[in-house]
């Protein structure tokens, strides 16, 4: 979805945005924290993702369009170090 509210220079405003920087809540769900069955796997409800939050599995990372898979990565390991030994 694209926003079509202009800026003064007349560029569209997500156009502006496009390749900054971005806060992103991420939760790191492990094999035990999902259930799978009839070839699904299914979403912890919101009670779960609570417990989740408070054992450390959630944080806030900032992302960006210039980072490469290395850096994801290690934005990834510096915040849940537990990931380290996963692939």
Known sequence: MECTAGNSDGESSAKSRRGGPKIKGVVVLLDGDVVRGND??????????????????????T?????TVEDVRSALHLKFPFLKNKR
């Open 40 to 61: 699904q796997v299914y979403m912890p409800n919101t009670i779960e993702l609570g417990w989740l939050k408070k054992k450390g599995q959630h944080d806030k990372i």
């Open 63 to 67: 992302f960006s369009s210039e980072m």
